[in-house]
């Protein structure tokens, strides 16, 4: 149990456009959700964590305008990246949590963003 | 600031060694305590975790890790490593309180040699 999948794996789009980031939890209710950002040969950066109903809450130096995430069911949270960048390319990884302890986290497989 | 370190950012080993990959955190009140592993382009699989009791605790893949509150260590052991080991590992924090969140470790990149 406690399987979330993302989709795409993979997308590539144009400078300017946007690309929206599906996150699900399968198999159990998310309470909680997380996004982060990989960068290359990097750690893992939290953007932002979101609860089922509520706004997301950004960490300090992410840009709520262009990162919107919205947590619409308790199965579902999506990131749309507005206004896309080149230097928004990034391995995007969600994350979900069946309570609200948050160290209890089940990782999604990740979206790798490229932006031409 | 509340902190984790993993002092290797790549080791390498040959296949059928033993391995130890570290991890500190910063002091304080003992935190949960987590190990992960991402394989190239994939999402991260926890491989073992550490709340509280017996310090020396056991994880998927035949990996286990060691609590030291002494040197606020949580460091990852294999006896013996397969190929399929190579990945990159990350040790993670969650210090709880309003602001709880896990924090990684930058990494170390696992290569195996035959």
């Known amino acids: 149990g ?12 144009k400078s300017g456009t946007s690309v929206k980031i599906e996150c699900r939890s399968l198999d159990f209710q998310a ?7 990989q960068f290359p040969k990097q750690s893992l950066m939290l953007m932002a964590t979101s609860n089922e109903g509520s706004k997301a809450t950004y960490e300090q130096g992410v840009e709520k305008d262009k990162f919107l995430i919205n947590h619409a069911s308790l199965t579902l949270s999506t990131l ?6 080149p230097e928004d390319s990034s391995f995007y990884i969600c994350s979900a949590s069946r309570s609200v302890r948050s160290y209890e986290q089940y990782f999604g497989p990740g979206t790798r963003l490229t932006v031409t | 600031a509340q902190s984790v370190t993993q002092p290797d950012i790549h080791i390498t080993v040959s296949e059928g060694a033993s391995l ?13 305590l987590f190990w992960y592993v991402q394989s190239p382009g994939q ?4 491989l073992l975790k550490y709340f509280s009791g017996d310090t020396l605790v056991q994880g998927i893949k035949g990996f286990e890790a060691e609590f030291k509150r002494s040197q606020s260590s949580f460091n990852l052991r294999k006896p013996s490593v397969h190929w399929s080991d190579a990945a990159e590992y990350f040790c993670a924090v969650y210090y709880g309180g ?5 924090i990684f470790g930058k990494g170390t990149k696992l290569s195996v040699k035959p």
């Open chain 1, 2 to 13: 406690a399987v979330v999948s993302q989709h795409p794996s993979w997308v590539i789009c």
């Open chain 1, 31 to 37: 309470t909680t959700m997380f996004w982060y950002r």
């Open chain 1, 80 to 85: 749309t990246v507005t206004s896309a960048h």
């Open chain 2, 20 to 32: 130890e990959l570290r991890c500190n955190y910063s002091y304080g009140a003992t935190p949960y």
């Open chain 2, 43 to 46: 999402g991260l699989q926890l």
């Open chain 2, 98 to 102: 309003s602001q709880g969140n896990l």
